[in-house]
């Protein structure tokens, strides 16, 4: 082989290399030092206030990343609003009245446009929000890597497959986080998440009327006082997923399932003689571990399937496309 081939050949490897590098997914913590210093402190300040004026919210804003990042990945498909190219992924059966928090989204996303046009995604404003949401309600901290690209897309229909569902066994929760590369720890420790926020009653309604064996009747009757056993009657009603501290995040969740206290039937599945009692019961004793696990499946999470580099685009409102 001639000069030239050998020549050509060390060329076209290195082209390879670079581009593989680029195509990879090159989220970091610092993305936005120089192009938006303050984007961080705007957004997180604009969640305290909204958690201070509604403790909810915080437990709304870490779903709602949740339901982003596990349909079409962390890319704020679910922001995207009806149009004449968007079915929007907020009409999906587990997100339609309830899934919350979009209007805060979209005031931090006002926000951090005034100071920085066009650099900031509304994926990455999701993220953010969601761990400041934890710390504002005692929960615990981690390192939000960032470089999101939003979605020129909507999912609608995979939102209705991928998507937990309130009464999945236990083996269907574990097959689904796995196709998401999260582990059966990584959906215990997220599953934890329930410590803070509301459930409605048609979701936990056949619960707490099927006279189960995996339910606590003192629990149960107690949770019928707001949620009539008539299906239509009452639909709406709230009931707090972790009654004994259910706005501080704890590890009451998990002693409460060992309790039969799990409100939602995909709740207690968690522990019910199944492969993950024993990662509950390790959580109910140990708060410190479960803060660190619920850390680390949060950084997890918001690594899939991130759009980076040219892909997807920076939206200047986060419900519709530029």
Not at 122 to 133: L, N, T
Not at 140 to 150: F, N
Not at 275 to 287: C, L
Request: aromatic residues 8%; hydrophobic residues 35%.
């Amino acid at each position: 082989m001639g000069f030239r081939s050998w020549r050509s050949c060390i060329f076209i490897a290195v082209f390879l290399i670079l581009s593989s590098t680029l195509c990879e997914a090159k989220l970091s913590p610092t993305f936005y030092d120089k192009t938006c210093p303050r984007a961080l402190s705007i957004i997180r300040k604009a969640v305290r206030r909204a958690v201070s004026h509604e403790r909810r919210m915080a437990a709304s804003l870490i779903r709602l990343h949740f339901h982003d990042c596990f349909v079409q990945g962390c890319d704020a498909s679910i922001l995207l609003d009806n149009s004449s190219t968007i079915q929007s992924e907020k009409n999906a059966p587990n997100n339609l009245n309830s899934v919350r928090g979009y209007e805060v989204i979209d005031n931090i996303k006002s926000k951090v446009e005034s100071m920085c046009p066009g650099v900031v995604s509304c994926a990455d404003i999701v993220a953010v929000a969601a761990r400041d949401s934890s710390v504002a309600v005692s929960g615990p901290t981690w390192t939000v890597k960032l470089g999101r690209r939003d979605s020129t897309t909507s999912g609608l229909s995979q939102a209705a497959t991928d998507l937990p569902g309130f009464r999945d066994s236990l083996d269907k929760l574990i097959t689904l986080f796995r196709s998401k590369g999260l582990n059966a720890r990584d959906m215990v420790a997220l599953s934890g998440s329930h410590t803070i926020g509301q459930a409605r009653c048609l979701t936990f309604r056949d619960r707490i009327y099927s006279n189960g064996t995996d339910i606590d009747a003192g629990f149960a009757t107690t949770r019928r006082r707001r949620c009539p056993a008539q299906n239509g009657n009452g639909d709406a009603n709230l009931a707090p997923l972790e009654l004994v501290t259910p706005n501080s995040f704890d590890n009451n969740y998990f002693r409460n399932l060992i309790q039969k206290k799990g409100l939602l039937q995909s709740d207690q599945v968690l522990f019910s003689g199944g492969s993950t009692d024993t990662i509950v019961k390790e959580y109910s004793k140990s708060p410190k571990t479960f803060r660190s696990d619920f850390a680390s499946a949060m950084v997890k999470m918001g690594d899939i399937e991130p759009l980076t580099g040219s892909a997807g685009v920076i939206r200047k409102f986060c419900n519709f496309i530029n």
